[in-house]
């Protein structure tokens, strides 16, 4: 019987993010979570004539935002940044300078 092994990846960010960029996701999600929603990153499906894109919506009572994993790691903040505007979420004053 031969099993294959997964290699893990070195760190816990994103294929296609740096560090930077993976902190400040990692920042926008905190501040996402305390106002009430999921932040999931994930690998969206595609298919032939179409392609899911990062979104949100609503299921169950949870609002969940749903962020391609393959997207470059400043499209992925650039896209949180979108949607907590779009929310009309107050960024805390400190992480104003990082984000910005």
Known sequence: ?????????????????????????????????????????????????WRAISGMCRAVDKNVIFVDSRLKGSEQVAFLMEK???LEIALPKDSGKAVS
């Open 1 to 49: 019987m031969i099993r294959k092994i997964r290699k893990k990846r070195k760190g816990s960010y994103s294929k296609g993010c740096d560090r930077e960029n993976e902190r400040l996701f990692q920042q926008l999600r905190s501040l996402l979570t305390e106002e009430g929603f999921t932040v999931r990153r994930e690998r969206l499906k595609s298919g032939h004539g």
């Open 84 to 86: 907590i505007q779009e």
